[in-house]
Structure formats: C-alpha cells, structure tokens
C-alpha cells in the first residue's frame, strides 16, 4: 500500500482539526465557524486535488441539509431545539471530506457511539441543562470513515 504525502498532510489537518472541534463541543457545546469553516474548504480542495471533487460538493451539501431538515423538523413538531446547526456543519465537513457516500455511514458511527457512551458515561456527558454535545461523536465518525477511505 502506497502512502501518498498529500493524503498524510490531509489526515494530519483533519484529525488535528476534529480533535479540536471535539474538545471545543465537549466544553462549551459550540461548534465554531471559524474552525469548520476552513475544514470545509480543505475537504473541497481534497476533494479537487483526489479527482472527486464532485463527490465532495455534493457531500458537504448534503451532510448540511440532512442535519439542517432534521433541526427544523424537530422545531416543528416539539417547537424546540435539538440538533444545533454547528453539528450540520460539522456534517457538511464530513460530507466534503469523504463525499456523499460517506454520510450515512459517519452517521450511523456518530449515533451508535454517541448512545452507547451515553448509556454508560451518562453522569459526565449529560449536563445539567439536559445536552449532549454531539460534535465529538460526528468527529469520531468522520475520522473512521476518512481513514478507511483514505488508506485501504
């Protein structure tokens, strides 16, 4: 198996970034723009220099609205928040980072390891206004499914 530098400098970025984002979730269940910002526009430039860039922008549109309906959904029928809209952009960079056909799994990685830490963490992620910061668990998901992609 060949490493390509470009791919490592892209994993090295990534993971930095969504360690970053990880910990900033975890303390004050924000998801910055300046850091997802810029994470967006490396996937796309990824996505540009591997020859899928169309994967990627279909991706990050997709990991977006999937994430934005669902918060807004929600609104709508319980007429309060449950989805912030710092986890559908943390969405969206999964979406660029490993296309379209990477959401549902980041999703399903996301959701899975997000309940079972739940049920057995429940007295250190669950704060007293009754969140759980999400963007750790996405993180999580986008970090495997980049990395399977990337280097099998």
């Not at 390509?4 to 090295?12: H, P, V, Y």
């Not at 996937?43 to 977006?64: D, M, P």
């Not at 990477?102 to 990685?109: N, S, T």
């Amino acid at each position: 198996m060949e490493f390509k530098l470009i791919t490592i400098i892209a994993s090295f970025i990534l993971i930095l970034f969504l360690i970053t984002l990880s910990w900033t979730d975890y303390k004050t269940y924000r998801l910055p723009n300046k850091l997802t910002f810029p994470l967006m526009l490396f996937g796309l430039l990824n996505g540009y220099i591997t020859n899928k860039a169309i994967e990627s922008f279909i991706g990050l549109i997709l990991g977006y609205l999937i994430f934005f309906s669902l918060e807004h959904f929600y609104k709508v029928i319980k007429n309060k928040d449950a989805i912030g809209r710092g986890d559908a952009k943390l969405l969206a960079v999964g979406g660029a980072w490993c296309g379209w056909i990477g959401l549902p799994y980041i999703i399903l990685i996301a959701s899975s390891t997000g309940l079972i830490a739940v049920l057995l963490f429940k007295k250190y992620l669950l704060k007293s206004n009754g969140h759980i910061p999400f963007g750790p668990f996405l993180a999580l998901g986008i970090a495997l499914v980049w990395i399977t992609n990337a280097y099998t």
